[in-house]
């Protein structure tokens, strides 16, 4: 069975940093592309990170570029959002999702909320 | 940027056919993949690439995709399909959802 569990949200104050970890299991991580999506409360989804299976091709929504860090460890079937200078407006729920632009992405966590306030 | 535009709310009587539209410039060209999300839950893939179900999605969902509008059929609705969809494509290397619509089974 496939699974993501992502981990790490919490409280964080304005231009402070969190890094979210999202473990999988249940299948081939390494041979799979992988997204961060969040959710603002009561909003709708919004991609925010894309990486490939070898972690050599990378995306980030314009929102988030320069700010956020996606990457993968394979050997430990993990996938990791490293979240500097985060503002209010960064408060949602992370979602890790598997999947790439021909087949939708098919898989998510349950995710875990992130509270940007002081 | 590429936007996609859904409908807010989309009512539907019990039994009945819903469709949910998504419009975008030239998206017949694009792949476009639905979202089903229930509140307080993770979003669930419905159909991707324009019309292909994944497995355990019922046959009742259905997807189409032409010149400047996507849709999503649900026919036969059910009081479970109650929810929030999202549209979502892929925009050179970046990843666009649409706003969501409420589906409300009456």
């Known amino acids: 069975e496939v699974q993501l569990v992502e981990s790490g949200g919490g409280l964080v104050q304005p231009g402070g940093s969190l890094r979210l970890s999202c473990a999988a299991s249940g299948f081939t991580f390494s041979s799979y592309e992988m997204n961060w999506v969040r959710q603002a409360p009561g909003k709708g989804l919004e991609w925010v990170s894309y990486?490939?299976?070898?972690?050599?091709?990378?995306y980030y929504a314009d929102s988030v570029k320069g700010r956020f860090t996606i990457s993968r460890d394979n050997a430990k079937n993990s996938l990791y959002l490293q979240m500097n200078s985060l503002r209010a407006e960064d408060t949602a729920v992370y979602y890790c999702a598997r999947g790439n632009r021909r087949g939708g992405f098919d898989y998510w966590g349950q995710g875990t909320l992130v509270t940007v306030s002081s | 940027s590429y936007e996609l535009t859904q409908p807010l709310s989309v009512s539907v009587a019990l039994g009945q056919t819903a469709r949910i539209t998504c419009g975008g410039n030239?998206?017949?060209?694009?792949?476009v993949h639905w979202y089903q999300q229930k509140p307080g839950q993770a979003p669930v893939l419905v159909i991707y690439r324009d019309s292909n179900r994944p497995s355990g999605i019922p046959e009742r969902f259905s997807g189409s995709n032409s010149g400047n509008t996507a849709t999503l059929t649900i026919s036969r609705a059910q009081a479970g399909d109650e929810a929030d969809y999202y549209c979502?494509?892929?925009?050179?290397?970046?990843?666009?959802f649409g706003g969501g619509t409420k589906l409300t089974v009456l």
């Open positions: 979502q494509v892929w925009d050179s290397s970046l990843v666009r």
């Open positions: 990486i490939s299976s070898s972690g050599s091709t990378i």
């Open positions: 030239n998206i017949g060209s694009k792949n």
